[in-house]
């Protein structure tokens, strides 16, 4: 098993124990280190009960199964938190599980909760390097300002830059914010070329800024959930406020322009069951929707596909209701083969 | 007919004609004077082209046509300005109708638009002092710093104060949405009474701020249409908005009041696909949603009735899908008498 | 733990044991009593198998478990009846739990099963005088025979003062229906003082008999259930056939006004797929509707506010497809104390 | 064109005029005689107004114009009622079209309203005979005596046997309701035949009362429109309190049946969103929900085809979304006779 | 307990080993045979894992447990494939459980594995000869000439013969889509008796080829489930294909005969949302779609009805949200009796 | 005005009239010549009827009227067919409309409807070239064998290069099918080169041929409307069967590779409700569904944005259920000229 690149660019050496992660650990190996607890629950057996746990980094998850000894400790381990966990990893229906011995709430000098989440596979500085040459991009005078007055000073583009995109469906990772970002750009500037008229410069911020209320919708300990901002408020006007005000602050931006833009923000999701206020009502506005979709989508198949391994169907996807084929790859290389 | 009092306050006096408004228009009588112009569509009949128009004013609304020498001025003509016209008030099938003989726009200085447009029946400034008494009832300190930051400086207190709530199904008037906002604070209020913990103040402050982005949504020239801002941003998000500025300028207000009231805002349609991008999840939001349904409801019925007449059932109202029932009034009228 | 007044009022001491509900039950306590048998299950462990119970009284519910010694008395304990337990209080998973040694059903002459319910939290006689009060105050002579008619003699005065106005979701109490349906005549009456032109008795009279085939709709023995009548035939029509019936017998009843009442009774879920046969067409129909949908949501927001306990965030609920927050409430404490 | 033998049976001779009905008149000629009012609307032209009218009687429906000489008259025209024309049978598009020279109101002793409705094809006589002989056919006692309760005493058996089964759609007749509810027996006694374990009498009499409260549902003047009783209470519950209340008054009727019986008049619309406050839960009501589709469905086709006329497609059918498809009965005949 | 006529004429005899099927073994007994393997899952126990079996044939399902032994076996055992079995029948929370001893794979010269399909209760002869009776019966040449191409030679009317019409839900047996598609042809000759301008060849073409492409929707080996193809594409299309193919190869054939007969087809399941290209736009379309849908919802009710026993009402049915009520029948018989 | 090129190339000159288009026609010119018919209705005016006309080819539509004279003609006038008129242009409320002095239907020899259809703005050479390059880059051979089988002999290649790919909505011309199409196999290749593991060969196909069926979905007269076999079996259908039958006819083409394919085709319009009758369940279809929504609302907001004008907002679009903006456009041109 690799590390990918990005996961040692920030990885976990900092704190002096060795960089080995669950996707590195063994069948049969004594295990020791630091962890962020996923799940936590108490099971009952007949003769008492035992904790049923799972484990996770940047690098994957793995189930754990502690049988007792764990009494004192149990009431301080927090979903979400870092752990230190001793143990050997075993199997358990053919699936790896730690049989822990021993388990305790990190210290805060011990270990960085944000080093324990799952990353883009896309190296953290190739996708900086490519937001900002979207934002050098820009030509309109108004949008360009707009850009950096959002992420040229203060805190937002470091933000930006670790959010995440999803908690679990698709870019569920630090990085997937701008990952997905970027697809979505790259989508919208091929509907440039494709299609007449569309207003590139407000299509490309659209699809940068579209999702930028994420940043609140999320709270990433070791583990991404929703925070109560985010399911309050909700990610559309958590982001659509940032812009506004950046908006509101600069001198002379068109009013048109403002309405577009916010509308980009506001409309992204296509439908108003979906979560917009306001359908699409530009053209730019239908390309970014369903940009938007074919990422997201993508994002979240490329998992599915993970998880479906040689299968030539996947396990039944309950958020949209069906099984996933993938049976035609393997037909598809066979012919191409021959 | 009677000039509601409210009307007369705010009357065209000013502008040196009588303020003889469209409802006091009798038939046979020669009329020349301001209006707005809210309909205009040329019609074909087999000798020629008439103008079929209608004006209306804060009292009402009346038909026009016009058979001809209109060809030099019509382009000129814009639907939601005031016109000056003269003719003489007939009817055609059994509705009074203009015949009007001469028709121009009416110059900057002869009229205001905003004139024109119909009142709340509620006197404007008993609306003014209950809204500001609303204000100085609130003993949450974050709270009332919030309201008096919006409200206290600028013009947005004014532009509350002559906001409508709607265009045509409900408080479609100057005045309209701090009438109709008033009513939501005392639903609430009420509900506060009966509920135990409900927070009075974040209540209050939902209910007076919901609509508040209307004062963007709409265009009140003569008549009151969708704004390019109104469709493109809505009301929730521009309302929204503003509330969440004036929140961030406030030292130490708590980012769970702030969380709450800017839920209250965005859910307070309900549902998903009514507009709201978050659905009510909190005890204030589910009160606040009930109120401004029915506030809304019943200010629609208000003007069904009217329109109704003294007829039992209403004609079919298309935007709720069903006839209205008012001829139980009558039997609950002869129960009581007998 | 306290019993509520209401509790003790219609105690199970009659029966000469001592009144200890499941909430006065204390860890590591023997206990002997009776109670409502809510679940029962046979569960298996490797060594065999066990009974995993429920049981309830007005007071609460407790887990039970059974390791051995039910197999000759299991099949006569049905879910819904009382029965008599021995056994010690323990606690499993944080929960309390009664490992059980003995139980067997109850005798008719030991227990009624109506103790067992959970009562609504408000004294009973009050809930009756201010439903008897209602009556007395409605003016219009048709609808106030009507009443009396219903309720004035035979038993279903006692029977509505009895009824549960929900299973699960809310009021599902003994004494839930005429709770519910008071708190709908207060906000109905406020609707009153608000709008002009709401007929008072009309929409008071629909307030308490909207629900009024709730009666129908549920068997209480022990725990409330759906009837047979309640699923085939639905507590819309068995409440409607009631009144109905009530004003064919009436001399003189006004056809439009009896229309009216059946129509507030039929429409007041509010729309088709929510179980209506038509939707609200009278002002009143659609006061009553949300007055009803108000403290419906409002009952059923303090049952989950309870089960919250002291979390920002309830549990999932299932119902209506979301979270619910309950953290601005201390926030908002904070802020008064300040 | 024929009279059909029905029309005939309850002619319009008992008032001593000639019973030419609509479908009898000619081009050209002179025609004065009774028929219904179905509409009135004034028209403008350049030159005034005209009436524009629509006649109908049993036999079908024809346009009328009248130029001039009504303004004296107009108001005394009551759409639904009888009305007495004299004029002149023309055309207009293609469209017989009467030129009325006189119309007046008919007096209430020249003409019954119920003459100019349009008829069931099927003899009323030979529908009471089958109608009776269903209920002659039932076995369960208590089901015979419910159905001689309701039909054996009083006007309800002449009233079912006069009513409609729709205003537009479907066996919108006299003598529809019959005609409808008996073809539903016979669809539902094939299923008996087809599927064991139906319980044959209950069906049987679901299907002759599904649609009992048809009965209240409609006016039936000249014209059949929906009553104030229909609208507000509508059809499931006006016939489902009828079929409640006469069981109540039959001792030893049980319990299981009622509700069940109950069941399929209320279920029957199969869904929530069409009507019915439950959806089928019994095979019975399932099987009975089928054969009133069907049955409601045939009849309306066969009212469409008739439109349709020799043409391939129908019009577009507003109500059902779509067109109907009649060219392949031509392609059929041919091959037949091939 | 009884085989039915039908299992046995299609009996496991052939491979030489008793034909005792499911239905048969008793308490107690020592069993030893081949099974379908339906279900097969690992579940830990403290001291470690058991398997959790499900076996079936074409008598019934049955529960069975394996605690150990198994670990060189369990790989290469296939859900779906038949096993043979060692062990003794018990029980276990009162249903029949196999603890079994010895399990391997069958050899394919041991049993076939649709052999152990549940097959329908009808004699596959009768089945067969009454669809080729149906065939005789038409006199559309057209129809009769596709009819005959379809299943006169090839193997298709074999595999028509053999294929199920569901998996879980109706009819999901050996000879299930024969006996469906039967009755769906009875209903429809029935309607045609009903209602006249019905085209009895092209419907009851339609009723037998609506649900073709379930020969392709299912993989039926020991156990229905769905294939890669009739997930894909959907037996809508598979089915389509057929008689497109069949029609595009017969000279002469009308084109309007061929478009109505494939619309019968493609719009049989009634809606769009159900999984239909277009809605029924003819009346027989009409006709065809309930026919269908009461022959499955009848299928599905004799099946649910079974499981239900003696109970008044059913567990509750996922599929169509609700329990099912067959508590009536009871009274029904007592009334009958009486 | 100005004739596109592409109009020019297959313009009616052959048949020896000037080929001045519609749009070429100016204020007060007398014309004649040939014009499809594209609606035609009887109007009534106080003196008599007139004829109303609507007349187009391929360079856009202009309305028309005739006063008298055409009783003798009137019913041998097709819409849809082509016509000879002789007139004069005039104008009637700001919209050009010709005083048609006579007409008469064009003989066979006289004109091609198809010359009348409005056509794709790419050349049509082009789009064929590019279509057959497309079939050309197919590495898989299986595919590439199954392409030149559909489209190497027969006319099916010359159909699809002819037709549409809409009635009214979107590439509503002939060559509107491949301009369409090739877009979305440009759409799709895109995403092949952002997203691994695509597919890129099967994806072209789909795109290339989902919506071959459009050949059967319309007749294409002088104005495309639906076919009866576009209706009755649409799409989806006719186009699945054409390839499925083509791949049967090929040996050796994988099952899986014509599983996926068909099911690009079936499932492309990405809901049941939308029609298809099975949703994507392949990356692939995914690609294939989004790509076809965009290109399509691309297309159609073309086609509303040339409606449009200079105006900000479009009219209200019925299919979609909104307005749509172009106002920015102005306000982007001009940020960019500063």
Request: net charge negative; proline share 4%; charged share 30%.
């Amino acid at each position: 098993m690799q590390v990918p690149a990005a996961a040692e660019a920030v990885g976990r050496k900092g704190f002096g124990w060795a960089a080995v992660t669950i996707r590195e650990w063994e069948q049969g190996q004594r295990i020791e280190g630091f962890v962020a607890l996923r799940k936590l629950e108490r099971k009952e057996h007949p003769g008492g009960e035992r904790l049923i746990l799972e484990f996770g980094d940047q690098s994957g998850r793995i189930d754990g199964v502690m049988w007792d000894g764990y009494e004192e400790i149990v009431d301080r381990l927090v979903v979400g938190d870092v752990v230190k966990v001793r143990g050997v990893v075993g199997s358990f229906r053919d699936k790896a599980q730690v049989r822990v011995e021993l388990i305790r709430p990190a210290h805060s000098d011990e270990a960085r909760p944000e080093d324990f989440l799952p990353r883009s596979p896309i190296d953290p500085a190739e996708l900086a390097k490519e937001f900002d040459e979207c934002i050098e991009s820009l030509t309109n005078p108004h949008l360009r300002e707009m850009m950096n007055r959002l992420f040229g000073s203060g805190d937002l583009r470091e933000k930006y830059l670790a959010a995440a995109a999803g908690k679990l469906w698709h870019h569920n990772t630090v990085g997937g914010l701008v990952e997905h970002s970027l697809n979505v750009v790259r989508l919208c500037e091929f509907a440039c070329e494709m299609y007449e008229d569309l207003d590139r410069d407000l299509l490309v911020c659209g699809a940068l800024l579209h999702d930028l209320g994420k940043i609140e919708q999320y709270e990433m300990k070791a583990a991404i959930d929703y925070s109560t901002e985010g399911r309050l408020v909700g990610h559309i006007n958590t982001g659509d406020f940032r812009v506004a005000r950046a908006i509101t602050e600069i001198e002379g931006f068109p009013a048109e322009l403002a309405h577009a833009l916010r509308h980009l923000i506001v409309s992204h999701q296509g439908e108003l069951d979906k979560g917009s206020p306001v359908v699409p009502m530009m053209p730019e506005a239908f390309v970014l929707n369903y940009a938007d979709e074919l990422d997201s989508k993508m994002g979240a198949l490329r998992r599915i596909a993970e998880k479906t391994g040689d299968a030539d169907w996947s396990e039944y996807v309950n958020l949209i209701g069906r099984y996933i084929y993938f049976g035609h790859r393997k037909a598809g290389e066979t012919a191409r083969e021959s």
